[in-house]
C-alpha cells in the first residue's frame, strides 16, 4: 500500500511538473515534440531528370529562370540607381547587377504584400492574392502565441494577441495557396516546359498545395517561412537579443530539405551554396528542353548565419551584425553568379529569360538601419521600405540591354509577362491582375501598360497607389497618409490634410476593390507595432510613426 502511495504520488508530481513547464515553455516543448517526431536525416545525394540527349531541332520557347531573394534591402544592392551596398558598398553585387545592366531594370517595381507568402502567391498567379482569400503569411499559431509572450515590456504599444480567434485558425501545413489556382508552373508546362522549384516555397505544406502539387516536375528546398543556413556549430551567428521572432527562429528552424516530397534531410553545407549548387545541377539535366526553374533563395532572411570563408574575406566591417549580414549578400550575390555562368557555359544565355527579385522590403527586426534607403518603412509596412523591390529582366537578343523601364510594375506582372514570352494561354475563368511587360521594353510601347492604380492590403492596414499620388490607410492606428512620389519619392511630406479631394478619390478606389476580394482564408491573430522610421533595436520615443501590421 506505502509503495502503491509513493507511485501515486510521484505520478501526481510529474504532472504538476509538466502541466508548470507547459506553461512556462510551450512552444519550446512543442518544438521538441515536432523535431522528434519529425527528424532531418543525414544528407543525400540529389538526382535530377535527365533530359533529352540531344536539343530538339528548330526554334524552342525560352527558359526561365526566376530567381527571388527573401527580405532583401533595396540598399543592399549596387545596381545603378539602387543603393550603395551593405556597409557602404563594402560588399558588391556585380553578378545581381548585371541582370539589371545587360537587360531592363524596372525601376518602379514593387511586391505585392509587406511579407512572403502573399507576395510570392501573387508572383505565382499574377493576382492579388487576397482575390483568393490569401491576406495574411503562413506562420504556426506557436510562433503567434510565443511573440507577445517574449516582446519587451516597456514600449509604448503592446503587441496584440487575438486569443479568440484561435479557434478559426488552421493548421500551419493547411495555411496556403488554394488548389485551385493556377501557376506560372502549371501554365508552362501546357507548353511542354519541365518545371523545377528550388528553396522556399511557404505557400502551403499540405497535399494540393505543395510545389509538386502546384505544377513544378521536380521540387528541392523547405516548405515554410525561413531555414537555417547550417548548424549554428558550423556557422558565425548573429543573434538578435530582445526580438521574440529570432529567438523562435534559431529555437524552431534546421537547415533541413525535402525532395519531391521526401522526408527532410541536412543540406550539408551552408543552404545558399547548396541552392545554388543544385541549381547548376538542374540546368545541366534540363539543357537540352525548355524548363522554367524557379530559385527561391532564404537569404537574406533570419536568422543571421556567415560562413566562415566569407566572415573572414569582410573582416573590414567593424560591426558583428553587418559583417554577417553582408556575408550572406555576398553569398547571394555568388550563387546568381554561378546560376547565370551556367547558362553561358550550356550555351542556353540567348535562350534564356532571367528575372531577379525580392518578395519585400528589408525586415525592421534585422536591427540594420540604412537597408532600405533612401525609402521610409520596413516589411510589414506599406511605406516604399516595405513594398519597393528590384526586378531586373534579361533575355539577351530580345531586350536590349541597359533599359531603364520607369513604368510603376507589381509582381502580378510576372505571369502574364511569362505567359506571353513561352507562348501560353492565361487561364480562363478567373482576374488576372497584371499585364504583360513586355511591349514596354525597348520602347515598343510608350506610356504605362494601362490605367492601373495598384493596391495593397493586409487586414485593417491597405495602401493604393494611382499614377504618382499614394494614399496609405491604417485603422489601428486611426491614420491617413497622402503622397506625391513624383516630388516626394521617399514619402517625407504627407499630404492628407491639404488635399482632402485626392484622399476621398483613392479611398473610393480601395473601397471598390475590397469589394472584389474574398473573405481571408484564415484570422490575423497577431497585431505588431512597427515603427515607420528606425528599426526593432533602436529605442521607443514620444512621437516616432508607427503601424500596427495585422498577420
Not at 444 to 469: I, K, M
Request: with cysteine.
Amino acid at each position: 500500500m506505502k509503495r502503491l502511495k509513493t507511485l501515486v504520488l510521484l505520478l501526481l508530481a510529474a504532472v504538476i511538473a509538466a502541466a508548470a513547464a507547459w506553461q512556462i515553455w510551450p512552444v519550446q516543448i512543442m518544438v521538441l515534440a515536432y523535431r522528434f517526431m519529425h527528424p532531418v536525416a543525414a544528407n543525400r545525394a540529389v538526382q535530377w531528370q535527365e533530359g533529352p540527349a540531344k536539343p530538339p531541332a528548330g526554334e524552342r520557347p525560352p527558359n526561365i529562370v526566376l530567381i527571388v531573394a527573401d527580405d532583401l534591402g533595396i540598399n543592399d544592392l549596387t545596381a545603378e540607381g539602387h543603393g550603395t551596398g551593405v556597409a557602404g558598398g563594402v560588399v558588391p553585387t556585380p553578378n545581381i547587377d548585371a541582370i539589371a545592366r545587360e537587360g531592363a531594370d524596372f525601376t518602379t517595381a514593387y511586391s505585392a504584400n509587406a511579407t512572403c507568402s502573399p507576395s510570392r502567391a501573387a508572383l505565382l498567379t499574377g493576382r492579388y492574392p487576397q482575390r483568393f482569400g490569401f491576406e495574411f503569411t503562413a506562420v504556426p499559431d506557436q510562433l503567434a502565441k510565443y511573440v507577445p509572450r517574449y516582446s519587451p515590456q516597456n514600449r509604448p504599444h503592446p503587441t496584440i494577441y487575438h486569443a479568440d480567434l484561435e479557434a478559426l485558425t488552421p493548421p500551419m501545413e493547411r495555411m496556403g495557396m488554394p488548389a485551385s489556382e493556377v501557376t506560372i508552373a502549371e501554365l508552362l508546362k501546357s507548353r511542354g516546359y519541365h518545371t523545377l522549384h528550388i528553396g522556399k516555397w511557404h505557400l502551403g505544406e499540405a497535399s494540393g498545395m505543395r510545389p509538386e502539387d502546384q505544377g513544378f516536375d521536380e521540387s528541392l528546398g523547405f516548405m515554410a517561412a525561413a531555414s537555417k543556413y547550417a548548424p549554428d556549430e558550423t556557422t558565425i551567428n548573429a543573434k538578435l537579443p530582445g526580438d521574440p521572432l529570432d529567438r523562435f527562429l534559431w529555437l524552431a528552424l534546421s537547415d533541413g530539405v525535402q525532395f519531391n516530397g521526401s522526408l527532410p534531410f541536412h543540406a550539408g553545407k551552408y543552404m545558399t551554396d547548396y541552392l545554388s549548387d543544385q541549381a547548376v545541377a538542374a540546368i545541366k539535366a534540363n539543357r537540352n528542353r525548355p524548363f522554367f526553374l524557379y530559385l527561391a533563395y532564404n537569404a537574406p532572411h533570419t536568422p543571421l548565419q556567415a560562413a566562415k570563408a566569407d566572415y573572414d574575406a569582410l573582416d573590414a566591417i567593424g560591426d558583428e551584425r553587418t559583417r554577417v549580414y553582408a556575408t550572406m549578400i555576398r553569398a547571394l550575390d555568388r550563387g546568381v553568379r554561378r546560376v547565370t555562368a551556367e547558362l553561358k557555359a550550356q550555351g542556353l544565355e540567348r535562350d534564356t529569360i532571367v528575372i531577379f527579385t525580392n518578395d519585400n522590403g528589408g525586415a525592421w527586426y534585422a536591427g540594420l538601419p540604412d537597408i532600405n534607403r533612401p525609402y521610409r518603412g520596413w516589411k510589414q509596412t506599406f511605406f516604399e521600405g516595405g513594398i519597393r523591390v528590384p526586378f531586373f529582366m534579361r533575355w539577351t537578343g530580345r531586350i536590349a540591354p541597359g533599359q531603364r523601364v520607369n513604368i510603376p510594375i507589381e509582381h502580378i506582372d510576372v505571369l502574364p509577362t511569362l505567359a506571353a514570352a513561352a507562348g501560353a494561354t492565361l487561364p480562363r475563368g478567373r482576374r488576372i491582375d497584371g499585364v504583360d511587360l513586355l511591349p514596354f521594353i525597348a520602347a515598343r510601347q510608350a506610356g504605362t501598360p494601362v490605367s492601373r492604380p495598384l493596391f495593397w492590403r493586409s487586414g485593417t492596414y491597405e495602401a493604393v497607389r494611382d499614377g504618382d499620388w499614394k494614399l496609405q490607410v491604417s485603422r489601428n492606428p486611426s491614420r491617413i497618409w497622402l503622397f506625391d512620389l513624383r516630388a516626394d519619392p521617399t514619402e517625407r511630406t504627407d499630404l492628407s490634410l491639404r488635399r482632402p479631394d485626392m484622399v476621398a478619390r483613392l479611398r473610393s478606389e480601395l473601397a471598390a476593390h475590397d469589394r472584389e476580394l474574398a473573405k481571408p482564408l484564415w484570422p490575423a491573430l497577431l497585431e505588431e507595432p512597427i515603427r515607420i522610421d528606425v528599426p526593432a533595436n533602436a529605442p521607443w520615443k514620444p512621437g516616432q510613426e508607427y503601424v500596427y501590421w495585422p498577420n
